[in-house]
């Protein structure tokens, strides 16, 4: 089952706005990825992170790895319309047996109002 | 360059019947993964293949297998279908080798429907 907490579920905010989303576990990971998924379609691959502290950009968006290697964050800032959209946060638990296996949390659903 | 493409797009089956689901990596990866998006659910790992090889296995049971081809393109087959098993199903792939795995870049998708 999901071993991933993301939060908030779900965000309205007005175009312009900036957007923070987090995802915890009590588990320790490798790497953590964050995705956005479009209706009817795969997830897109946003931004990786591969070691603890990591800071990555990608445009306006900006990721963190956190320290205890336990959580992350995604920033968007200055938002528009085509931010709409599911965003998902992934990783790899450390240990052998979580080897090619990302878990992915739940998700949080982003409405952007002109 | 081509992304991961997947075959059908949508699927309609009855309960009991058999699904066969298919993928093709983005050209020069090797490894290739399925997740089950459930409805309103983040993605479950299913199945790892590379080189030819299942490499690790989700929660789920044995009726749900699969296979990768020489050509890495690789197959989802899922027998004796019940209901509970409409869902999009995603297929990824990536490089091989540590480092690589965790990167991993999705399909479209095949939306499974099961009455």
């Known amino acids: 089952g999901q071993q991933l907490n993301q939060s908030p579920q779900s965000m309205f905010i007005q175009e312009g706005e900036d957007v923070s989303m987090n995802c915890t576990s009590s588990?320790?990971?490798?790497?953590w990825l964050w995705y956005k998924q479009d209706p009817g379609e795969g997830p897109v691959l946003l931004i990786a992170?591969?070691?603890?502290?990591e800071l990555t950009s990608n445009g306006r968006l900006t990721a963190q790895f956190g320290i205890t290697r336990k959580d992350s964050f995604l920033n968007i800032s200055a938002s528009i319309p085509s931010d709409v959209g599911i965003y998902f946060c992934?990783?790899?638990?450390?240990?052998?047996?979580?080897?090619?296996?990302?878990?992915f949390g739940q998700g949080t659903i982003l409405t952007v109002h002109p | 360059e081509a992304g991961v493409t997947q075959s059908p797009t949508h699927l309609i089956k009855t309960r009991g019947q058999q699904a066969t689901l298919r993928c093709s990596p983005i050209?020069?990866?090797?490894?290739v993964y399925w997740y089950q998006q459930a409805l309103g659910l983040g993605l479950q790992f299913l199945l790892w293949?590379?080189?030819?090889?299942?490499?690790n296995r989700g929660n789920f049971p044995p009726r749900f297998s699969g296979r990768q081809f020489p050509n890495y393109s690789s197959e989802l087959n899922v027998n004796a279908l019940e209901l509970e098993d409409s869902a999009l199903y995603l297929c990824?792939?990536?490089?091989?080798?540590?480092?690589?795995?965790?990167?991993?870049?999705f399909g479209p998708g095949t939306r499974l429907t099961v009455l």
């Open positions: 992934a990783g790899r638990i450390a240990g052998g047996t979580s080897y090619g296996k990302l878990t």
């Open positions: 050209s020069g990866h090797t490894s």
């Open positions: 293949y590379d080189e030819g090889e299942e490499r």
């Open positions: 990824a792939s990536s490089l091989a080798g540590a480092g690589h795995t965790d990167t991993q870049y």
């Open positions: 992170l591969y070691k603890a502290g």
């Open positions: 588990s320790i990971f490798n790497t």
